[in-house]
């Protein structure tokens, strides 16, 4: 899409270790509501390469099939995540990163990403809007081809499980900054929005125009499948994602922040369900997180008629409900 706003490209992958810290320091200094100001900046971080082995511990984890040509169609969220980050640790971001709760994503595929090919990635705030819970941001993620992906020039799989990026991330983990970078012309091949919310009282001026009670739950699509979950499903999926958030890591640090034990990543959720169902080359995927999945535990995947959802193992609870559809629509 073309903007008119600063753009400034990056010349590593910020490492997102120090960026949960700042963002935990800088928690109880936000005051979030919907009219504030936030981050105008889109990171832009090219010529990204895919590390095949942490590639394949992804696929492991998610239930993809190994060794593909094409990544998942969740996988570029992970790409984007250390720079979504970058931008919500901030000082001017005006939501406290912790108790931020991801409540959707919507993902758009225009055509099928080679594994071994080399992309840009552009990560902006794109706004914030009032919840009947609080404040809610959207931050939008776009994925364009490479020079060598554009081309079709992407070699076998299987070749270098080496990373990625042009250039190194700094000591600190914050990547370098080479400067301003204009809009980019190219369509994204793959671009998602997700939402965040933080939770606080809000007040008349800031009601949200829509009602105030919860969305009734929808029924029960029918039961395809039933998944054990070990309790060190947070942890894998850490691993090959980046995202070390302490409450999807271990009981004692998931209690810290008022959970009985680590609960499962919201993504990971997403992309199990992705994985049984399957998508279209070109697709446009919706998704809502309802509740969180504890671990270890059981859930029953159901599915039909292009929806999927993940519920509890007694198929009462509904944690996270999904459309899949082909792009364009029909």
């Not at 081809?145 to 700094?170: D, E, L, M, Q, W």
């Not at 990543?265 to 399957?278: D, F, K, N, P, Q």
């Amino acid at each position: 899409m073309t903007t008119t706003t600063p753009a400034a490209t990056l010349t590593g992958a910020p490492a997102l270790a120090p960026l949960l810290a700042r963002g935990a320091l800088l928690s109880p200094l936000k005051r979030p509501r919907p009219d504030a100001d936030f981050p105008r900046t889109r990171l832009v971080l090219p010529g990204l390469r895919i590390d095949l082995a942490r590639l394949a511990a992804y696929e492991r984890v998610c239930g993809f099939a190994t060794g593909a040509d094409a990544l998942p169609v969740t996988y570029p969220h992970v790409l984007g995540f250390p720079l979504a980050m970058r931008l919500m640790s901030g000082r001017d971001f005006p939501l406290p990163l912790l108790g931020l709760v991801h409540t959707s994503i919507t993902v758009t595929r225009r055509a099928p990403m080679p594994a071994t090919g080399t992309y840009e990635l552009t990560v902006y705030v794109e706004g914030l809007a009032a919840h009947r819970r609080g404040t809610e941001a959207s931050v939008v993620t776009e994925v364009r081809a490479g020079a060598a992906s554009a081309r079709g020039a992407a070699s076998a799989r299987g070749a270098t499980g080496t990373a990625g990026v042009t250039g190194t991330a700094g000591a600190t983990g914050t990547a370098g900054v080479t400067g301003t970078a204009g809009a980019t012309g190219a369509d994204p091949v793959w671009e998602s929005r997700s939402t965040y919310l933080a939770r606080h009282r809000a007040t008349a001026a800031h009601a949200p125009e829509e009602p105030s009670a919860e969305p009734p739950a929808p029924l029960p699509l029918p039961a395809l499948a039933e998944w054990p979950l070990g309790g060190d499903v947070g942890r894998r999926y850490a691993a090959a994602s980046g995202d070390r958030n302490p409450i999807h890591l271990h009981p004692l640090t998931a209690r810290l922040f008022g959970f009985p034990r680590a609960i499962a990543h919201g993504m990971w959720t997403v992309a199990r369900c992705l994985a049984e169902h399957g998508t279209p080359d070109a697709a446009a995927v919706r998704a809502r997180f309802r509740a969180p999945v504890l671990l270890p535990g059981t859930v029953t995947y159901g599915a039909g008629d292009g929806r999927f959802e993940m519920r509890g193992g007694d198929g009462r609870r509904l944690h996270v409900t999904g459309e899949v559809a082909p792009y364009p629509a029909a």
